[in-house]
């Protein structure tokens, strides 16, 4: 587990190249609770917009793309055989992580409240 001032750090030192500060930048999974937030917000990273979301993913090993289980499955018979489960993301383990982020999410919601959008991710990317 990385100690939250470290990513904190990172993440700030990734945010300052050219490219994060000419096209954006969008963090997912993170802040994971309301220590994280606070150090983000403490070295000087305030995201314009903060979305709530949950989805669920495989991977294509060799195109390296991401696809929706129900909403973004490839058409591609070949591509479909490829698809692997990052493993990570044992049902038991995205049941772990979901509980954790209801959890915290309250503190997070509190911190960026006035910036918040609620994103309904189980539905097509498109609409996303």
Not at 43 to 68: A, D, M, T, Y
Request: hydrophobic letters at 40%.
């Amino acid at each position: 587990k990385i100690p939250n001032a470290l990513w904190a750090n990172l993440i700030q030192e990734r945010l300052s190249n050219v490219d994060c500060i000419k096209q954006g930048w969008i963090l997912e999974g993170f802040p994971e609770n309301q220590e994280q937030a606070w150090m983000l917000q403490s070295s000087g990273i305030f995201p314009r917009h903060v979305g709530k979301q949950s989805k669920v993913f495989l991977n294509h090993v060799f195109l390296l793309e991401v696809f929706h289980t129900t909403f973004d499955w490839p058409s591609d018979p070949v591509v479909q055989e490829r698809l692997v489960k990052p493993e990570d993301l044992s049902e038991q383990e995205v049941s772990k992580k979901l509980l954790e982020y209801h959890r915290n999410f309250p503190e997070i919601f509190h911190i960026y409240r006035k910036i918040l959008k609620s994103i309904n991710a189980d539905q097509p990317s498109v609409d996303v």
